[in-house]
């Protein structure tokens, strides 16, 4: 298959139609006028704002190694529904409000619909990837095993102005990289050249894992932005939560490390007045072109790890949707 732009979206509009199949049931098996988890599945799942990126990821690679796009889509939709579990529960935790321009399940329903809807979207994960092969659903499960210590640690260091870059990694590693890693690996698993297949597993999981922290850090700076993401405003501050510009703008600043430290010790609700001025004071120390620099290391990170599979159909698209991702913050190189 070719990798237009048409081929592209014939794929994920397949794996969306079977994110719906599965989030669809009829109101006689459920003993229920309105399924409540199945709605509110769909509400995360099924929101317009959704950029599937993991299936992009998974297509992109399969087409490098011409692998089985039926499979693929099993895949794609997996990753879809372990992610979004993860987004449920996160919510939870930091309380948010907004959710891909929609009112979050939390808030749309309560907290018990959005955990045990989160919870049900990891079985449907797994029950969805009966056809592929073993390896791919047991890693799916160290995913969730991942993500799940990396979200306890991130609930650790909450509040904290102690906060090391290797403890950031580590949350970064489980709860971005190591589901685009097994995007990658999967669609290794499924490629149908058994002479290359262990090279493309290490090569793919390899650039998922840089790649997957750039993006949370990219996904950082958005949060820094406030721009148009999607998500709650400037969530990580008002969340007391340490991303990479907050920890080091502490390092690169005394007199922020003890205003934020000075904010999350309070007892009280953060103004908004205070997170805006966090914010600003935060992008003022370089902090912010600091991160957009470690952004362009951990892509050429990814893109070496490709090796000659850079070239093929495929993973050319996947190297240039790497370099777009700190292209687009470049504005931040002058701060």
Not at 133 to 143: G, I, K, S
Not at 251 to 279: H, V
């Amino acid at each position: 298959m070719g990798t237009s732009k048409n081929v592209t979206k014939n794929f994920i509009e397949e794996v969306e139609n079977r994110i719906d199949k599965a989030l669809t049931w009829d109101r006689k098996s459920s003993y229920s006028d309105m399924p409540t988890l199945a709605a509110a599945a769909r509400h995360l799942c099924l929101a317009s704002g959704g950029k599937r990126a993991r299936p992009k990821l998974a297509y992109y690679f399969g087409l490098s190694v011409d692998s089985d796009l039926d499979l693929l889509a099993d895949v794609g939709v997996a990753a879809e529904f372990i992610h979004g579990a993860s987004l449920l529960h996160d919510d939870v935790i930091d309380h948010g409000t907004l959710r891909r321009g929609l009112e979050t399940v939390n808030v749309k329903w309560d907290n018990l619909t959005a955990v045990l809807a989160g919870d049900l979207l990891l079985a449907e994960s797994i029950k969805g990837l009966h056809r592929c092969p073993r390896p791919v659903a047991q890693e799916a499960l160290d995913v969730v095993a991942q993500m799940t210590r990396a979200t306890m640690l991130e609930s650790h260091v909450r509040g904290s102005t102690e906060t090391t870059l290797d403890q950031y990694r580590y949350i970064a590693l489980g709860k971005t990289a190591a589901m685009f890693s097994w995007c990658g690996r999967s669609a290794a698993f499924l490629g149908n050249n058994d002479e290359e297949k262990q090279e493309s597993i290490e090569c793919f999981g390899k650039f998922g894992q840089h790649f997957g922290i750039a993006f949370q850090m990219a996904d950082d700076l958005l949060d820094l932005q406030e721009l148009e993401s999607g998500k709650t405003p400037f969530a990580d501050i008002r969340n007391k939560n340490p991303n990479h510009p907050l920890i080091l703008a502490q390092s690169l600043d005394t007199g922020f490390r003890e205003k934020l430290q000075q904010a999350w010790q309070s007892e009280n609700p953060l103004l908004e007045s205070t997170i805006m001025s966090l914010g600003a004071h935060c992008i003022s120390t370089g902090a912010a072109a600091q991160t957009l620099e470690c952004i362009h290391v951990e892509i050429q990170k990814a893109l070496e790890a490709l090796g000659d599979f850079k070239k093929r159909p495929g993973c050319r698209e996947i190297a240039a949707w790497a370099d777009t991702v700190w292209k687009r913050f470049r504005h931040l190189e002058a701060v």
